[in-house]
């Protein structure tokens, strides 16, 4: 037997796994035990940091429950959601952003010019634009798959005790043959993401905000093209250069004009819009899974 | 707003957090954040992989309970557990290892000869040593904190409602003015770390056993002398080439000897031993806390 030491260690873990060579599982389980030792060495943790880090994330699991994910809250937090959905966000389609945990697949289907937002306190808005390939060729029929906060800053969902529809503020719409989309809702307002368990601990450690600036959810689907999830958030809004989920990306962030234009692009709307915007989709082509 | 893209979206985030500079909770916070979000980079992790990831830990943290500490296990089989104790033996000093989940703080005093097995059935062993600093100056009134599993691998905290004393197979000691320490006890033998758990799942996924090899637990205390927690293994047993938690050091084996030599030691012993071993502890001097 060889004696174990702090330098070989890391490949003795790694060689204790009996993986597929090269398989995705082992380069993952590779990858991580190196970066993680690395950095263990490099700090020359002690067993009190050691505990610390292992109470956080112990703290993390008790706090969880289906309903909140405690882990997805500190991946946002600390950047990594953003940072996977940029590795993801292919070559000419829109970035990716947030998902969320908001998100219900079973939004009802919506007609093109309907009103998400019922009688809503708020600014209605005109939200409209195309999805498109990367060659800019209209995609009809993709599907714009979109869920919001109210002028509140609040999910319906998050109010269902107070008798509020989870169903509100979504909608799921047809492109038409141009691969338009339009329709009316409420603006959204900024809101924090929940910040009275460990994650916010380590929030106000930090001296950190846990605000989100305000955003319209989507996920963009169409025929023989790469899905995207992301966010459209708007010009000069509060936390727009401080998201506290790094979820803003500057071509995601869509400009308001005046009521006034709308007459001009001929859309027939449910309600009568006070301010609009534009924001088109482009979709990269379905790739092989690795 | 200068934009966000997968390469300085880690100084963004570092920067987001307002540490004071240079200190330790900045250091860990930056290291972590590098280390991991290279590791993203590095894999292009998608995100089918991160919610993986994410999920695995949501089960760590729904298995743990204050009895069951999942992410401790999880440290001890990806070594982490292992090389904090490596990193925190002071040059000299017998080497660390795991401290476990079954320490009690408030284990019995017993005194220098007695036996911790009662009558229970197994090897009865001569255990004794020396307590000295790192210069082989004795060190007496050191105490010697013990506890281990029995016969059958089990610890008797583990069989409390099969009628077991939790205090069981635990002792305090304290060493004589020659610094030395001496009792008996049964051999104990290996056993697994729990398997039923996320953390089973991917020892199996990887083809990892969860046995242990035999040990004994120690934390050994002195006067103006840092503490130590440590192990001690036996030559020639199960598993003592591939620990589960890579606990085994080569300095942490000891040799058992046939019990004819014992009545060379003059010990007064409570119960004839059938066997022996001798392991010496060495403490370096307390240092100041970072």
């Not at 610390?52 to 950047?79: A, K």
């Not at 195309?130 to 609040?154: C, S």
């Not at 998050?158 to 141009?178: A, N, P």
Request: glycine residues 8%; contains cysteine.
């Amino acid at each position: 037997m060889s004696d174990i030491n702090q330098f070989n260690i890391t490949q003795k873990v790694k060689d204790s796994f009996e993986t597929e060579p090269d398989s995705r599982f082992e380069k993952i389980l590779h990858s991580v035990i190196d970066h993680l030792h690395d950095c263990t060495r490099e700090l020359n943790v002690t067993h009190d940091e050691w505990m610390g880090v292992l109470n956080f994330l112990y703290d993390c699991g008790q706090i969880s429950t289906p309903e909140r994910h405690e882990f997805i809250l500190l991946s946002d937090v600390l950047g990594f959601s953003a940072l996977v959905d940029m590795i993801n966000t292919r070559g000419g389609a829109t970035e990716g952003s947030n998902l969320g945990p908001f998100y219900l697949d079973d939004a009802p289907e919506k007609k093109l010019g309907a009103n998400l937002a019922d009688d809503r306190e708020g600014v209605t808005v005109l939200v409209h634009g195309t999805v498109t390939d990367i060659l800019h060729k209209p995609l009809p029929g993709a599907i714009i798959d979109t869920w919001q906060a109210d002028a509140t800053g609040t999910y319906p969902i998050q109010e269902q005790e107070q008798g509020q529809d989870k169903m509100d503020l979504r909608g799921k719409f047809t492109c038409d043959e141009q691969g338009r989309y339009y329709y009316t809702t409420v603006l959204p307002k900024p809101y924090t993401v929940p910040y009275d368990g460990p994650v916010g601990k380590l929030l106000r450690a930090g001296n950190r905000h846990a605000w989100r600036a305000a955003h319209l959810h989507y996920i963009v689907r169409a025929q023989g093209m790469h899905d995207i999830t992301t966010e459209v958030f708007f010009e000069n809004t509060e936390y727009i250069d401080n998201d506290a989920v790094f979820g803003v990306r500057k071509s995601l962030i869509a400009k308001l004009e005046p009521a006034k234009k709308i007459d001009e692009l001929g859309f027939e709307t449910e309600k009568k819009p006070d301010a609009m915007f534009k924001f088109d989709f482009v979709l990269a082509p379905e790739s092989k899974k690795r």
